[in-house]
């Protein structure tokens, strides 16, 4: 066990900054008492490794102990975590997978140990691309087959579909070298998700090569300044995307080799683009011949033993967060991808699943504060994420880390040293599903403007935030991205610039550029978009499986709509760009929080202000607005810098880009100056002053 908290005594306790936490959110102070135990439970972890681990340093670069490593003399020496096992045996292509010969040896504390000499020519006794398999002696004596837990590459069997380890150790000169140091850490995230695999309109599995290639270009003409890639972490179920992981320290092979990664992830930062990496830490795959799951063959290991180790929701296992060596794992394959591979962040995923022992299955978060200081809540885990981003930030300060939380647990983005968790950001995730009851449950005049401004805006503030209006999860089979939705089947007949605009596609994209810019602007302090919707990608992603015949048809991103010039895809994308850039320019996400003047429930407007530039958005259905007061702070000149009704983004032109806007120091809407605009129905524009 590493620690109890029941033995943390909290009057012992000090947490230096906790003034600026509670200067922030004076209500924490009523919880003063359990957040000194939980700070408490941090530091003795931080004690313990540091008493008997030789050190953070040393306790989180296990991969430098364990696993297979090439000797001075040409040999290997390998190592291994298996308490339970009689005995363990690495068997292979290199030995004719003869399970006998190479014994480990029993070295304490649950630690095997093998080392294997030179061949008589020096060279190394394990060829490169070697294919390996360990095999266990369970305590019922019975011969397991298992993968290496921190192999660093693992290959699928095409007959079997069971992946082995690999041995991935290739010739000087065919590793990749960096070339390019890691770009600053943004002011202003603008984050492009995606998946490797369906980054082409073919439908196959895409690869490193072709997404540094092909993808890599776009992304950074589209004005994104951060790539967060899923399912890199492999895992053995192509459709689980990437959360079902079995080798947590191997890059996925359907991709093609780590080098390939390692090239992706360099020339994103010749760019000036940083990369974070989908990271997997609360759960794993229940596969037992290519997994951890029952490694050494018992039902704990890694993981809890009984109810407490099982995911009755995603069928997969939970780990032992109290246990020395799954915290060495953990930590460890965090140092790994970032010294390795030169990582730039990484998005923590199910974080609202690891901090609660009910996983927040049938639990809905009211935010009320005894929701999150109760016994519902699972102080390992929540150490272990602490220490986690305490160890990354004190090793990599570039590094930026994001929680996929939706409960909202307080301080979980505040600095450690002030009794938080630690984050950078965590994701605005209550924002998508409402854009998605808007569209299904309502009529566009009976949307609640004032609810759906309350949405944008409800979140902590002084702890950073990532907005989005869609991600992933809606883009997966069984519900609709914003576009389908809003275009349905009129995307297959009158996407055509040669076609009439109809009604839907005409709403449609209105609404899509409405809806992309005012998340974008009022709902965070960074924004993300999943690959494809920056277009309006049409259909859903499904990944082959006996349902859908096996079938790659939607497991692929059709930018050749995009390409064809057409289509009125380009349209979509033409706005989401200059959204970017002119966010570049601005740094919206990077100032202090919109001011909001102006939320017309009859009209439908809703005017903001924010790093300068005044937001206007009329959602009416119908109506438009010529001489529409608003309220502004500053006074003076200004003009048109982005609008939605423009002939680039599909619309029908009915702004003046020459009018220049006068204010008149009349207040209006509580703020000193006002000016006069005409803003049409389902249009939005931003205006800049101007000397």
Same mark, same amino acid.
């Given at each position: ?179 390019? #140091? ?45 790539? #967060? ?134 639990t809905g978060f009211s935010g009320g504060y005894h929701e ?123 996407m055509s610039v040669m076609s009439e605009m109809t009604h ?56 050749n709509v995009l390409d064809d010039d057409n289509l009125r ?31 017309? #429930? ?31 702070? #500053? ?57």
């Amino acid at each position: 066990m590493a620690v109890n908290g029941m033995f943390i005594d909290h009057t012992k306790v000090v947490i230096p900054d906790v003034g600026n936490l509670f200067e922030l959110d004076p209500y924490l102070k009523e919880h003063s008492k359990e957040l000194h135990r939980r700070y408490g439970c941090f530091q003795s972890l931080v004690q313990g490794i540091e008493d008997h681990e030789g050190g953070l340093d040393k306790f989180t670069k296990g991969y430098d102990f364990y696993g297979i490593h090439v000797t001075e003399d040409g040999g290997v020496v390998c190592r291994e975590w298996a308490p339970a096992a009689k005995a363990v045996y690495l068997r292979g292509d290199f030995n004719d997978w003869n399970s006998s010969q190479y014994e480990y040896k029993d070295i304490g504390f649950g630690k095997w140990e093998l080392v294997i000499p030179p061949k008589p020519d020096g060279s190394c006794p394990i060829p490169h691309n070697s294919l390996l398999k360990l095999c266990i002696r369970a305590a019922n004596d019975e011969l397991l087959d298992r993968i290496l837990p921190y192999g660093t590459y693992a290959i699928q069997d095409p007959n079997t579909y069971l992946f082995s380890s690999c041995f991935w150790n290739p010739p000087e000169d065919q590793k990749y070298k960096y070339k390019f #140091q890691h770009p600053p850490r943004p002011k202003s995230l603008r984050i492009y998700e995606a998946h490797v695999g369906i980054a082409s309109w073919e439908g196959k599995v895409s690869d490193y090569d072709h997404f540094t290639d092909h993808v890599l270009p776009r992304i950074k003409r589209q004005g994104y300044n951060c790539i #967060q890639l899923m399912a890199i972490m492999e895992h053995a179920f192509y459709g689980s995307f990437g959360y079902q992981v079995t080798n947590f320290f191997a890059p996925s092979s359907r991709y093609g080799n780590p080098e390939g990664l390692k090239r992706l992830v360099d020339t994103a930062h010749s760019m000036g683009i940083v990369v974070y990496l989908d990271i997997v830490h609360s759960h794993a795959a229940k596969n037992v011949l290519d997994g951890l799951n029952e490694f050494d063959g018992s039902k704990s290991c890694f993981f809890h033993d009984g109810s407490r180790g099982n995911h009755d929701l995603w069928d997969s296992r939970l780990f032992n967060y109290n246990s020395w060596e799954v915290l060495r794992f953990l930590l460890s394959n965090l140092r790994y991808w970032a010294a390795e591979f030169h990582f730039d962040g990484f998005r923590f995923d199910g974080v609202t699943s690891m901090i609660y022992h009910h996983h927040g299955m049938g639990t809905g978060f009211s935010g009320g504060y005894h929701e999150y200081f109760g016994l519902a809540t699972d102080t390992e885990a929540l150490s272990y994420l602490t220490l986690a981003n305490y160890m990354i930030h004190k090793f990599y300060p570039h590094v930026v880390t994001v929680a996929e939380d939706v409960s909202g647990m307080p301080g979980l983005c505040r600095p450690v040293a002030e009794g938080g968790a630690g984050f950078d950001y965590r994701l605005g995730m209550a924002i998508p599903d409402i854009w998605i009851k808007m569209l299904k449950e309502q009529k566009d005049e009976d949307w609640n403007i004032g609810n759906m401004v309350w949405t944008l805006i409800n979140r902590r503030h002084g702890e950073l935030t990532i907005t989005y209006a869609e991600s992933h999860d809606q883009a997966l089979v069984g519900d609709k991205t914003i576009a389908f939705w809003l275009m349905d089947k009129e995307m297959y007949t009158n996407m055509s610039v040669m076609s009439e605009m109809t009604h839907v596609i005409d709403r449609g994209m209105s609404l899509h550029k409405l809806i992309r810019l005012v998340t974008h602007a009022l709902g965070g302090e960074g924004w993300l978009n999943f690959i494809g919707n920056e277009f309006g990608h049409p259909e859903w992603l499904d990944f082959p499986r006996p349902g859908n015949n096996n079938s790659f048809h939607y497991a692929r991103r059709q930018f050749n709509v995009l390409d064809d010039d057409n289509l009125r895809y380009k349209f979509l994308n033409n706005f989401d760009r200059d959204m970017n850039l002119l966010e570049e320019k601005y740094g919206w996400l990077a100032s202090h929080q919109a001011f909001i003047s102006c939320k017309h #429930q009859d009209d439908k407007v809703v005017v903001f202000e924010r790093a300068g530039l005044v937001f206007v958005f009329n959602f009416h259905t119908s109506k438009s607005f010529s001489d529409y007061r608003i309220g502004c702070h #500053q006074a003076g000149k200004y003009r048109i810098v982005l609008d939605s009704d423009a002939e680039a983004y599909g619309g029908h032109k009915r702004l003046d880009h020459n009018t220049d806007f006068f204010t008149t120091p009349e207040p209006w809407h509580e703020r000193g100056n006002s000016l006069r605009v005409y803003i049409p129905c389902r249009v939005a524009v931003i205006l800049a002053p101007v000397e």
